[in-house]
């Protein structure tokens, strides 16, 4: 079986701080990138196995509908520290039995939290 590593997300790098934050929030944190030479282009973060490569460009593309998907080993929990931080995640209809829930993180793409994988 396969699963996804990660993902590269573009941002403006004055929205480092606030996506660092935002996601430490659901459950990554910043690792050491394996080369740096590599630290004027992003940062890493991990949670668990899968990594979020934050890319700095000056003009970011956020796709409109393309989002990352989330599962939260504490989905409730992680709901609560969002809005607790000032986010505001929306519930949407549950698929494949999981509660989930969109939001958008400081750079304005689209993350979906979920209770469990599919």
């Known amino acids: 079986m396969s699963s996804l590593q990660h993902v590269a997300l573009e941002i403006r790098p004055d929205d480092l701080e606030a996506c660092l934050a935002f996601y430490a929030l659901v459950g990554f944190e910043e690792v050491p990138l394996p ?13 668990g196995a899968t990594q979020i490569h934050l890319l700095f460009v000056d003009d970011p593309v956020v796709p409109r509908q393309a ?8 989905y409730e929990g992680t709901l609560d520290r969002l809005r607790a931080a000032g986010h505001e995640p929306k519930d949407r209809a549950r698929y494949w039995g999981s509660p989930r829930a969109k939001l958008t993180d400081p750079a304005g793409h689209v993350v979906e939290l979920m209770e469990f994988a599919p």
């Open 35 to 47: 080369d740096e030479r590599l630290v004027p282009q992003g940062r890493f973060l991990q949670g």
């Open 67 to 74: 989002h990352s998907a989330l599962v939260l080993d504490d």
